[in-house]
């Protein structure tokens, strides 16, 4: 029973977002994601060729996760 009462909990969060909150959250979201990717695939190691093609995979999905966040907050300081 605690659990349910913790998942309404954090639907009655969620459901208070409003629209104009959302873009800010979403860019939290992007930044927290690759700031823990990047340091789970330890970023600063630059020149190193990734051995397996599932860190390639993973240092690829971190540039991705890097440039949506960058033209993220660029667009969100248009605004």
Not at 24 to 29: F, G, K, R, V
Request: proline share 4%; net charge negative; charged share 25%.
């Amino acid at each position: 029973m605690a659990r349910w009462g913790l998942m309404q909990t954090e639907i009655k969060e969620f459901a208070m977002t409003t629209p104009r909150e959302l873009p800010d959250i979403s860019i939290a979201q992007l930044w927290t994601l690759t700031r823990f990717l990047g340091e789970q695939l330890g970023e600063g190691r630059e020149g190193a060729e990734p051995a397996t093609a599932e860190t390639r995979a993973c240092h690829e999905i971190l540039r991705s996760l890097s440039r949506a966040y960058s033209e993220a907050s660029s667009t969100k300081a248009l605004k």
